[in-house]
């Protein structure tokens, strides 16, 4: 569920060694692992379809307790003092130095649930992160947290930490609670929340006995739409969008007061939700939302319960539902392509064309989840220092991670997975400050370094930056200037105070300098220059170019004029960066010696 603040303490307090007491009672054999295989990640369920712990990923049916709950009197009471309606609970282990990858919780389930948190076994090193903020939750708190965010969890010690996990959509008594609580930035002062004893009477429970409604009525599946409009980042495609979205819920309207809950009618809404959905991905495809999280994805998670013919039941769990398919662990990412600029360089226009080729796999857009996912790559955790990694960045151990994670989230233009050997196209703004850490972990890697006038360039990063759409450190310590936006570029902390002009300027050479310095040092024939200009002229004959560079296979003919690219903020035109003339002419003398060099290598 969204909330208004990424964590919410509530006014609660439990005895975490009681807790453990009765987790010790439990037999190893009662803790089920991972549906998608994760290692470290565990459950033991306490709550399920039917009590029955078998069902412990299934989200759909009548939520019972199961035999451990039933002999646990205080969990029975810890539950109990939620006053909440229960859905899904369980044991949540986290073994020593293992981790919760970077996700969002975008299905339907999570819309209305919030997800209550009890630490029983930690330690206070183990890092919980929502978005731009990290807490540590003690032992015997009470916490919620904003599941519409990318979250993750890092356990950096030894031994393992163990959570008690409720999913509710809560209650009066429960949202009484939640309007008592501690947002997590507020000051302990004079906080004191209840205490909930072991021993005496457990309060009965409640629980969930209906999930969703199956065709979902015209006004809750309008409203889900509108949600995710809502949570929409402005790109000129968003228009086209919002129109299929439209039509999509004035037809479902018409079929609900033709049909409304009767099974007859459950073949045309069905039929209805997949032309939808498959008409989306086209149109959709890499429009994102202010959360990171996928559009196509998430509309489609938030709506595929919308029409569930009797014959189609799933038992299908949140985590199988937002993780990707399984994929090949064998598989070899051979001489990946990665394309390198400055931000707003045009990149995304590039990679979305390169991206049809045949036989090439990406992971459908940037790769910042991915890479950052890992605690020791993660920025926050780097002390905001800067996105620039390094080869001794590059461990065997984070090369392997890395790696897999890649071979994970790949996919070809038929949105297939790779086979034994692949071919990988990647492009992050950020991955401009880490051309050498790329190359330690795939030593064959190529390079493609996209030129464009940085006039246009200082342009479109004034508008990423005025847009509030490019925001990647809302919260950067030690900052003062108006919320960072873009590549976070060594050297930062000298900007306090500047202009936004000359934070564009600084962001644009710091990262053409070091970017340069690192492609000059890699063997020539690793390095290929594309440029936008070009592209732009002529894109069947730069595609043509550059696949001759990389050894790939073209088999479609390209028109004069490309799609807009996704990312985009305003319709793109040569001349646009004229609008904000008065801002970047003054810059240009004190970049001289850096648009000297990005033009000469451009040459190449």
Same mark, same amino acid.
């Given at each position: *569920?969204?909330?208004?603040?990424?964590?919410?303490?509530?006014?609660?307090? =439990?005895?975490?060694?009681?807790?453990?007491?009765?987790?010790?009672?439990?037999?190893?054999?009662?803790? @089920?692992?991972?549906?998608?295989?994760?290692?470290?990640?565990?459950?033991?369920?306490?709550?399920?379809?039917?009590?029955?712990?078998?069902?412990?990923?299934?989200?759909?049916?009548? *939520?019972?307790?199961?035999?451990?709950? $039933?002999?646990?009197?205080?969990?029975?009471?810890?539950?109990?003092?939620?006053?909440?309606?229960?859905?899904?609970?369980?044991?949540?282990?986290?073994?020593?130095?293992?981790?919760?990858?970077?996700?969002?919780?975008?299905?339907?389930?999570?819309?209305?649930?919030?997800?209550?948190? #009890?630490?029983?076994?930690?330690?206070?090193? #183990?890092? =919980?992160?929502?978005?731009?903020?990290?807490?540590?939750?003690?032992?015997?708190?009470?916490?919620?947290?904003?599941?519409?965010?990318?979250?993750?969890?890092?356990?950096?010690?030894?031994?393992?930490?163990?959570?008690?996990?409720?999913?509710?959509?809560?209650?009066?008594?429960?949202?009484?609670?939640?309007?008592?609580?501690?947002?997590?930035?507020?000051?302990?002062?004079?906080?004191?929340?209840?205490?909930?004893?072991?021993?005496?009477?457990?309060?009965?429970?409640?629980?969930?006995?209906?999930?969703? @409604?199956?065709?979902?009525?015209?006004?809750?599946?309008?409203?889900?739409?509108?949600?995710?409009?809502?949570?929409?980042?402005?790109?000129?495609?968003?228009?086209?969008?919002? !129109?299929?979205?439209?039509?999509?819920?004035?037809?479902?309207?018409?079929?609900?007061?033709?049909?409304?809950?009767?099974?007859?009618? *459950? !073949?045309?809404?069905?039929?209805?939700?997949?032309? =939808?959905?498959?008409?989306?991905?086209?149109?959709?495809?890499?429009?994102?939302?202010?959360?990171?999280?996928?559009?196509?994805?998430?509309?489609?998670?938030?709506?595929?319960?919308?029409?569930?013919?009797?014959?189609?039941?799933?038992? /299908?769990?949140?985590?199988?539902?937002?993780?990707?398919?399984?994929?090949?662990?064998?598989?070899?990412?051979? &001489?990946?392509?990665?394309? #390198?600029?400055?931000?707003?360089?045009?990149?995304?226009?590039?990679?979305?064309?390169?991206?049809?080729?045949?036989?090439?796999?990406?992971?459908?857009?940037?790769?910042?989840?991915?890479?950052?996912?890992?605690?020791?790559?993660?920025?926050? @955790?780097?002390?905001?220092?800067?996105?620039?990694?390094?080869?001794?960045?590059?461990?065997?151990?984070?090369?392997?991670?890395?790696?897999?994670?890649?071979?994970?989230?790949? =996919?070809?233009?038929?949105? $297939?997975?790779?086979?034994?050997?692949?071919?990988?196209?990647?492009?992050?703004? $950020?991955?401009?400050?880490?051309?050498?850490?790329?190359?330690?972990?795939?030593?064959?890697? /190529?390079?493609?370094?996209?030129?464009?006038?940085?006039?246009?360039?200082?342009?479109? *990063?004034?508008?990423?930056?005025?847009?509030?759409?490019?925001?990647?450190?809302?919260?950067?310590?030690?900052?003062?200037?108006?919320?960072?936006?873009?590549?976070?570029?060594?050297?930062?902390?000298?900007?306090?105070?500047?202009?936004?002009?000359?934070?564009?300027?600084?962001?644009?050479?710091?990262?053409?300098?070091?970017?340069? !310095?690192?492609?000059?040092?890699?063997? &020539?024939?690793?390095?290929?220059?594309?440029?936008?200009?070009?592209? /732009?002229?002529?894109?069947?004959?730069?595609?043509?170019?550059?696949?001759?560079?990389?050894?790939?296979?073209?088999?479609?003919?390209?028109?004069?004029?490309?799609?807009?690219?996704?990312?985009?903020?305003?319709?793109?035109?040569?001349?646009?960066?004229?609008?904000?003339?008065?801002?970047?002419?003054?810059?240009?003398?004190?970049?001289?010696?850096?648009?000297?060099?990005?033009?000469?290598?451009?040459?190449?």
């Amino acid at each position: *569920m969204k909330l208004p603040v990424p964590f919410i303490q509530l006014p609660l307090q =439990f005895d975490a060694a009681a807790l453990a007491a009765e987790v010790a009672g439990f037999d190893e054999s009662l803790w @089920q692992p991972h549906p998608n295989g994760i290692p470290g990640n565990s459950a033991l369920p306490l709550i399920t379809v039917e009590g029955d712990p078998a069902r412990g990923d299934a989200l759909q049916g009548p *939520m019972r307790p199961t035999p451990v709950l $039933k002999r646990s009197p205080y969990f029975l009471k810890v539950l109990g003092s939620l006053n909440a309606v229960l859905g899904r609970c369980r044991l949540m282990r986290l073994s020593g130095h293992a981790e919760v990858d970077l996700h969002v919780d975008s299905d339907y389930y999570w819309h209305e649930r919030v997800r209550v948190h #009890v630490p029983i076994l930690t330690q206070p090193t #183990v890092r =919980f992160t929502a978005g731009d903020h990290t807490i540590n939750m003690a032992a015997g708190e009470c916490w919620i947290f904003d599941t519409w965010l990318l979250h993750h969890v890092l356990n950096d010690q030894d031994h393992a930490r163990i959570h008690l996990v409720a999913d509710t959509v809560g209650g009066a008594a429960f949202w009484d609670l939640v309007n008592q609580g501690r947002p997590h930035t507020a000051p302990r002062d004079g906080w004191a929340p209840r205490r909930i004893e072991p021993g005496g009477d457990a309060p009965p429970l409640m629980f969930e006995s209906v999930n969703s @409604q199956s065709p979902m009525s015209y006004w809750e599946l309008r409203d889900l739409v509108q949600f995710i409009l809502n949570e929409a980042q402005p790109q000129p495609r968003m228009a086209q969008v919002a !129109d299929l979205c439209g039509v999509f819920v004035r037809n479902w309207q018409t079929l609900w007061f033709r049909h409304g809950s009767a099974a007859e009618g *459950m !073949d045309e809404y069905a039929a209805h939700l997949g032309g =939808f959905l498959g008409r989306l991905a086209q149109v959709g495809h890499g429009l994102t939302l202010r959360n990171g999280a996928d559009l196509v994805a998430a509309m489609s998670g938030i709506l595929r319960r919308a029409a569930r013919p009797s014959d189609a039941h799933t038992e /299908l769990g949140e985590e199988r539902a937002r993780q990707q398919p399984s994929r090949p662990t064998t598989a070899v990412i051979e &001489r990946p392509v990665f394309i #390198v600029s400055p931000p707003r360089s045009g990149s995304s226009l590039l990679f979305e064309t390169l991206a049809q080729a045949p036989g090439l796999y990406t992971i459908g857009g940037e790769s910042h989840g991915l890479i950052e996912g890992l605690a020791a790559l993660d920025t926050r @955790q780097r002390g905001y220092e800067s996105n620039r990694l390094t080869a001794e960045d590059a461990s065997p151990l984070i090369a392997e991670q890395l790696r897999a994670r890649f071979r994970a989230a790949a =996919f070809d233009r038929e949105r $297939k997975p790779p086979g034994a050997a692949f071919r990988l196209l990647e492009k992050t703004p $950020k991955n401009a400050l880490r051309v050498p850490f790329l190359n330690r972990i795939f030593p064959d890697a /190529l390079f493609v370094y996209l030129y464009r006038d940085p006039r246009q360039v200082l342009a479109s *990063m004034l508008e990423a930056w005025e847009s509030g759409g490019f925001r990647t450190y809302r919260e950067l310590p030690g900052w003062n200037g108006p919320p960072w936006s873009l590549l976070l570029t060594p050297g930062w902390r000298e900007l306090n105070g500047a202009a936004l002009g000359d934070i564009v300027a600084a962001q644009w050479q710091t990262t053409t300098e070091l970017l340069l !310095d690192d492609l000059e040092a890699l063997p &020539r024939e690793r390095v290929a220059v594309a440029r936008y200009d070009a592209l /732009l002229a002529d894109p069947q004959a730069e595609v043509m170019r550059l696949c001759g560079f990389a050894g790939l296979h073209w088999d479609r003919p390209l028109g004069q004029v490309l799609p807009i690219a996704n990312h985009t903020v305003s319709n793109p035109h040569a001349d646009k960066w004229r609008l904000r003339e008065h801002v970047i002419a003054p810059l240009l003398p004190r970049l001289q010696a850096t648009l000297e060099r990005a033009a000469g290598f451009a040459q190449r």
